[in-house]
């Protein structure tokens, strides 16, 4: 909770630096892998391999990214594959994650991203903290927060 209200205050700066979000991607994939893995998922990487350079506040971007991951880790068919797409022109760069999960009726892909929200009970994995129900709107008001990058 304390994240979350930090993250979502008026006054909260941006720690802009220029990285490598190749090589940032990169790490907490290798970290997460291991993760991943004692839960059946496999991992699929479609990240390029090649720096892609930008100005960028690491450590919140870095825990948008790793909120995603959990969140796609928790809630993914079992055994299961979660794929980390990034792709980028000078414009932009898009990072998707994508799991295959229990399907979701569109009223609730509308709330996934709002403050408290869990589907249910029943979608939790053994074995894993469900949370608050703040990991993805936290990781939306930090690319909010981040805004579009020049």
Do not use: C
């Not at 090649?50 to 991951?69: F, G, M």
């Not at 792709?87 to 998707?96: A, D, L, P, V």
């Not at 053994?126 to 936290?138: H, N």
Request: hydrophobic residues 40%; charged residues 25%; aromatic residues 8%.
């Amino acid at each position: 909770m304390f994240e979350y209200t930090r993250l979502t205050s008026i006054e909260t700066r941006l720690d802009l630096k220029k990285i490598d979000v190749f090589q940032l991607l990169n790490q907490l994939l290798f970290e997460f892998e291991p993760i991943a893995q004692e839960n059946g998922i496999h991992i699929v990487k479609e990240i390029g391999n090649s720096p892609v350079v930008i100005l960028i506040d690491s450590e919140k971007i870095a825990r948008a990214i790793d909120n995603l991951l959990m969140n796609a880790l928790k809630y993914s068919v079992k055994p299961g594959t979660v794929r980390i797409l990034m792709n980028s022109n000078h414009k932009q760069i898009n990072i998707e994650i994508e799991n295959e999960a229990i399907s979701l009726t569109q009223e609730q892909q509308n709330k996934l991203f709002d403050r408290y929200y869990k589907v249910d009970y029943s979608r939790s994995s053994e074995g894993i903290q469900t949370g608050a129900g703040l990991g993805l709107s936290i990781a939306r008001n930090i690319v909010e927060e981040l805004g579009p990058w020049p």
